[in-house]
């Protein structure tokens, strides 16, 4: 059994789950993994992998660019590797790195059977099923996608990934991953700094140490002092992970490995970095936007170190998209019932039983959008009315009052909202001056969810009015409400 | 005599070209024939064999007549390029494979000959890659694929070769994983 996984490390751990799947099916087979160069580093902590077969992909590159070079030399470079590792053809051969390379790598070498995509001559071989076109046509693209990385690869290849564990802190360890790959994705050194100086002066029973890896040292050093660097290779790193109670860490590989662990991490994500697609697999990690300024960030790490929500973090003067995105701890996992929905489409079961797979969860779901798509319009109402009371500076009471009304009608809402919801109205009470400031987020959370009942509506089968579009037996109908 | 400036110019040519291979084919004795470069090269490869490859014969006669350098492990020709298909330089050329190293100082009133020569034995034009496709036994016609004139050509270019072979070239795959690769 041959696996091609041409990506970096963070993106072989993330396939660790898979890998798992496939050595619990086959617990006999010999499982060789086709890695690019560097990547094998990551040997000792994937032990599901009998065999590590190194594709020299910067080799091939360094002679494709030398001009001084015979043009088939590369050529002949490649086809010698190819004898050398595949010398016999495997059973089967998984494809799980998706891109064109691998396409042709696993056209190349020899198997009985392949999975995953693959070219035949100049083109590619049809893709196998609804789950990979998903893959491809949304997951490296501006496209929403729905599902984890790890939760694609599972449909598209047919494979049994064990639920992840909830992260849970192990020990008294803080882990701060300051570095990644490429700097664009960094944080300044003087963020690292301050929040382990305020960690330490917050929590000086835990014990925070900047990660560095043996290289990194130098560098390192210059930012922080000696003694607070942690220096460790992959393989100390995953037994101190073990006694770790929370990695503050951006986007980079570490995060993966913690994940693997079950030890809860906290991303501060840079740029396109998506948490849903991307993030460590499994519940109880947390995300943060690096838009938000260095102070809020600081504040909502030390809430994750003392396990509180986040949503208490807040404090007064972050904006509200900031705000909002600081609360997405994505391990809730908002889009439930929408993946469930399409998991069952892509799974091939036929549209009327994607209604009937987890059918009272779909219809129980289909009836809260309903009512909360009803109720939103009127919470909208005493918002705006709450709104205007305080810009035309009435009296503290009636915006209390309003704001009471709309709370009672907020149970069918997200938590982060209803807990918006019920501090504001403890603000107004207390008469705080800032109370405008807080509805304005109010507002805002609640256009966002607007938004997310539209999409929602679409799914299940609700038209503009908030009517559903299913007739009796569950078909959609394409021309609004079917007459009973 | 050779001046400094050959010497500085032939020991930071040399510096460049490192690729620690068993053999290697250079292009040019350099001006006077005096082959500084090959002697720095000689010096930082022991053990290299080297193949020097000058369009001027009276440089040539000048080279091989200094009595200061040891000629172990070393070739000089003047090649025919008109029939160098049938060289027997060629077809070891195309089992080894070899770094072909440029000195283009020694170039002078020959450069358009050394760059066909080099673009011939790095098989990176039409002419070059069809005489190398030739001897690997493929059939495949370069001329309706490739347009050359000085550009050399590419992994890409090969790619379009094999691609338009409707015979399926046995290396293609390999050449489109290499395609792939190109940065």
Redesign the interface.
């Known amino acids: 059994m041959t696996v091609l996984s041409l990506l970096r490390v963070g993106d072989l751990l993330m396939q660790v789950p898979l890998l798992r799947a496939l050595r619990r099916e086959h617990p006999d087979a010999h499982l060789s993994l086709v890695v690019n160069n560097g990547v094998e580093r990551a040997r000792d902590l994937i032990p599901e992998v009998d065999s590590w077969i190194v594709f020299d992909r910067a080799g091939l590159q360094a002679s494709l660019g030398t001009a001084e070079y015979h043009l088939l030399r590369p050529l002949r470079e490649l086809q010698g590797w190819m004898l050398d590792s595949f010398p016999e053809p495997a059973d089967v051969l998984y494809n799980f790195t998706h891109n064109r390379l691998s396409a042709h790598l696993a056209a190349a070498i020899p198997a009985r059977m392949k999975f995953g995509l693959r070219a035949e001559g100049a083109r590619f071989a049809p893709l196998e099923n609804e789950w990979m076109r998903y893959l491809n046509e949304r997951f490296s693209s501006d496209r929403a996608c729905l599902f984890h990385y790890v939760d694609l690869l599972a449909g598209a290849f047919d494979l049994e990934v064990e639920s992840p564990m909830p992260a849970e802190s192990k020990g008294r360890r803080i882990l701060l991953q300051t570095t990644t790959s490429t700097a664009e994705k960094e944080r300044s050194p003087e963020f690292w700094r301050q929040l382990l100086k305020r960690g330490q002066e917050a929590r000086p029973d835990l014990h925070w140490s900047v990660l560095c890896a043996p290289f990194e040292v130098e560098r390192l050093s210059r930012t922080f002092d000696p003694k607070d660097l942690l220096v460790q290779g992959w393989r100390e790193l995953q037994g101190t992970l073990r006694e770790t109670h929370l990695l503050v860490t951006l986007d980079t590989s570490v995060k993966h490995l913690a994940a693997l662990e079950g030890v809860p991490s906290f991303e501060i994500g840079v740029g396109s970095t998506n948490p849903q697609r991307t993030g460590a697999y499994g519940r109880g990690h947390f995300f943060a936007s690096a838009k938000l300024a260095d102070e809020t960030l600081i504040d909502l790490v030390l809430d994750a170190v003392a396990g509180r929500r986040m949503l208490q973090a807040q404090r007064s003067d972050f904006d509200a998209w900031g705000y909002t995105l600081a609360c997405a701890d994505y391990g809730v996992r908002e889009h439930e019932v929408e993946r469930m929905y399409w998991g069952s489409l892509l799974s091939g079961e036929p549209r009327q039983s994607a209604g009937l797979i987890g059918h009272d969860m779909m219809r129980a779901a289909r009836t809260q959008l309903e009512d909360a798509a009803s109720l939103y319009g009127q919470i909208k109402l005493n918002v705006d009315a709450s709104l205007n009371e305080l810009r035309a500076g009435r009296p503290c009471e009636s915006q209390v009052i309003l704001l009471k009304n709309a709370l009672a009608r907020t149970a069918l809402l997200p938590q982060p909202i209803r807990e918006l919801f019920t501090e504001v109205t403890a603000l107004a009470e207390v008469g705080a001056p800032n109370v405008l400031g807080y509805l304005g987020m109010v507002v805002h959370s609640m256009n966002i969810l607007a938004g997310r009942l539209s999409v929602r509506s679409q799914f299940f089968g609700l038209n503009e009015k908030g009517e559903s579009r299913h007739d009796r037996d569950g078909n959609l109908s394409e021309h609004g409400p079917t007459a009973s | 005599m050779t001046s400094r400036r050959t010497f500085v110019e032939a020991a930071t040519w040399a510096d460049r070209?490192d690729?620690g291979d068993t053999w290697v084919v250079i292009l040019g004795l350099g001006e006077g024939g005096t082959g500084e470069h090959v002697l720095e090269f000689c010096a930082r490869n022991p053990g290299t064999q080297i193949t020097v490859l000058e369009m001027n014969p009276q440089l040539v006669t000048a080279f091989l007549s200094r009595t200061d350098m040891d000629f172990t492990g070393i070739e000089v020709r003047v090649p025919q390029l008109e029939t160098f298909a049938s060289d027997p330089l060629c077809l070891r050329?195309f089992e080894e494979?070899?770094?072909?190293?440029?000195f283009e100082p020694g170039f002078q009133s020959h450069r358009s000959e050394f760059e066909r020569l080099f673009r011939l034995?790095?098989?990176?034009s039409r002419e070059?890659?069809e005489m190398?496709l030739k001897l690997?036994g493929s059939t495949c016609e370069v001329g309706e694929v490739c347009t050359d004139g000085k550009r050399?050509?590419?992994?890409k270019d090969?790619g379009f070769v094999v691609?338009a072979d409707k015979m399926?070239h046995p290396?293609?795959?390999?050449?489109?994983?290499?395609r792939?690769?190109?940065?």
Do not use: N
């Open positions: 070209h690729f050329v494979l070899p770094p072909v190293l440029c034995l790095t098989g990176r070059g890659l190398f690997m050399l050509l590419t992994m090969l691609d399926g290396g293609a795959s390999a050449v489109r994983i290499l792939e690769l190109l940065l």
